[in-house]
């Protein structure tokens, strides 16, 4: 199994930064396709970001230029840099992992979540 836990949410200024970390277990970044979800209250959760194992990525209209995602394989960690933050981002954040059939513990994996608010 694969657990991801993620950090590195709170409360921030309209404008600020914030940068999430997704500690994953196993080493599975080199294989997974890692993305970062949002949920923000009353709403569907929404894809944000994703990083496949080449390195390529993708990013939701509403936040590209401002969001980055990366990936450090050797520290199993995945993040999301957020800049320029508006009170519309504020959400719960989920890390999640799309691990290959080809892997043992292929599977879809999610974290659980960590809170984003920013403030007006």
């Known amino acids: 199994q694969v657990q991801l836990v993620e950090s590195g949410g709170g409360l ?6 914030l ?3 997704c500690a994953a277990s196993g080493n599975i970044l080199s294989s997974a396709v890692m993305g970062w979800y949002r949920q923000a209250p009353g709403k569907q ?3 944000a970001s ?6 390529s ?3 939701a209209d509403s936040v590209k230029g401002r969001f980055t995602i ?9 993040y999301l840099q957020m800049n320029s933050l ?3 981002d504020t959400a719960v954040y989920y890390c999640n992992a799309k691990v290959p059939d080809w892997i043992p513990v292929r599977g879809d994996y999610w974290g659980q979540g960590t809170q984003v ?4």
């Open 12 to 17: 921030v200024q309209a404008g600020g930064s």
């Open 19 to 21: 940068r999430l970390s």
């Open 45 to 47: 959760r929404e894809l």
């Open 50 to 55: 994703t990083i496949t194992r080449s390195g």
């Open 57 to 59: 990525t993708t990013y």
């Open 70 to 78: 990366s990936r450090d394989n050797a520290k199993n960690t995945v």
């Open 86 to 88: 508006k009170p519309e």
């Open 117 to 120: 608010t920013v403030s007006s």
